[in-house]
T-cell receptor
Framework: NAGVTQTPKFQVLKTGQSMTLQCAQDMNHNSMYWYRQDPGMGLRLIYYSASEGTTDKGEVPNGYNVSRLNKREFSLRLESAAPSQTSVYFC????????????FGPGTRLLVL | AQSVTQPDIHITVSEGASLELRCNYSYGATPYLFWYVQSPGQGLQLLLKYFSGDTLVQGIKGFEAEFKRSQSSFNLRKPSVHWSDAAEYFCAVGDTGGFKTIFGAGTRLFVKA
């Protein structure tokens, strides 16, 4: 089992460009999450999907959109990237809720110039 | 609002010495508490979690944590540190809604020979 996979691993964008971060899990988990990690701030929840077909805002959703494509896949889209979105993005999944163990992907490092 | 404070940005310990990482939380009800570890360039991995019951929780890799309600603390301990324990450690609290986990800013552990 690969666990949680993320693509790409690293991306450079110019201000105003758009891109989609992909995440997939092979553990048959119901819930999936997108976090961003910034120095000195820990991880902050952007969006989550409690189950297939549902998505909800987290702590820092502005500037992002998500799609729960199916049970396995949960994508994060930046429509018009800004330098403030330079960060490391982590996708995670859990069986039913965030109170259970969350399994994290290796992260996507995004630089917006 | 719930929050998590990790007072130490970084800690250096000698290999074989004991370790204690501090975590304080703010939460109105009985908290769901977690410790995660992040090795360089990797995603996060759950070390242990506390929901209820025995206030001393055992985790993986020889770690334990003690929940102290009176001090709003959930400190992580290890009796003898190994060089491979060098990593960043995150304390987190989960809300009763089940999906919005709040992470502390993290404590980076350095291990010296």
């Amino acid at each position: 089992n690969a666990g949680v996979t993320q693509t790409p691993k690293f991306q450079v964008l110019k201000t105003g460009q758009s891109m989609t971060l992909q995440c997939a899990q092979d553990m048959n988990h119901n819930s999936m999450y997108w976090y961003r990690q910034d120095p000195g701030m820990g991880l902050r929840l952007i969006y989550y999907s409690a189950s297939e077909g549902t998505t909800d805002k987290g702590e820092v959703p502005n500037g992002y959109n998500v799609s729960r494509l199916n049970k396995r896949e949960f994508s994060l889209r930046l429509e018009s990237a800004a330098p403030s979105q330079t960060s490391v993005y982590f996708c995670a999944s859990s069986d039913r809720s965030g109170l259970e163990t969350q399994y994290f992907g290796p992260g996507t490092r995004l630089l917006v110039l | 609002a719930q929050s998590v404070t990790q007072p130490d940005i970084h800690i250096t310990v000698s290999e074989g010495a004991s370790l204690e990482l501090r975590c304080n939380y703010s939460y109105g009800a009985t908290p769901y508490l977690f410790w995660y570890v992040q090795s360089p360039g990797q995603g996060l991995q759950l070390l242990l979690k506390y929901f209820s019951g025995d206030t001393l929780v055992q985790g993986i890799k020889g770690f334990e944590a003690e929940f102290k309600r009176s001090q709003s603390s959930f400190n992580l301990r290890k009796p003898s540190v190994h060089w491979s324990d060098a990593a960043e450690y995150f304390c987190a609290v989960g809300d009763t809604g089940g999906f919005k986990t709040i992470f502390g800013a993290g404590t980076r552990l350095f291990v010296k020979a």
